[in-house]
């Protein structure tokens, strides 16, 4: 049996797309979930997102805008200072961000519901 190596490689593609269905089909059935079991790094990222949003947080903040300043007066421009400010706010808000993006659920809306009869 001789197999060209253009069929192999479409062989290969059409596995490939068809495991990326399966893949992509199971994907959002499980978002939001915790799988039951328990989570050992609540606690850690509890702590972490403590410790961003309270006074260390603050601290990481001051520092970095006092180092723009440096910088941007060194330079002669307000760039380092508005990357100050950018390190403050990614500080602050990045961790609900986040949150809201691994814990997010998919609700649909009561119209959706209707239509697609679920």
């Not at 959002?28 to 979930?33: D, I, R, S, V």
């Not at 509890?46 to 949003?53: A, S, V």
């Not at 603050?58 to 006092?66: D, Y």
């Not at 100050?84 to 809201?100: D, E, N, T």
Request: net charge positive.
């Amino acid at each position: 049996m001789n197999v060209s190596k253009k069929k192999l490689q479409a062989a290969y593609g059409k596995l490939l797309l068809a495991i990326a269905m399966v893949l992509l089909s199971v994907t959002p059935a499980l978002a939001g979930t915790t799988g039951g079991g328990s989570n050992p790094f609540g606690s850690l990222i509890t702590m972490l997102i403590g410790w961003l949003q309270g006074g260390l947080g603050l601290l990481l903040s001051i520092v970095a805008v006092i180092v723009g300043l440096v910088a941007g007066v060194a330079r002669g421009s307000i760039v380092g200072v508005l990357t100050g400010f950018g390190v403050a706010i990614a500080a602050y808000w990045s961790p609900s961000i986040l949150q809201g993006i691994f814990g997010a659920t998919v609700h649909l809306a009561p119209a959706f519901r209707t239509v697609a009869g679920f």
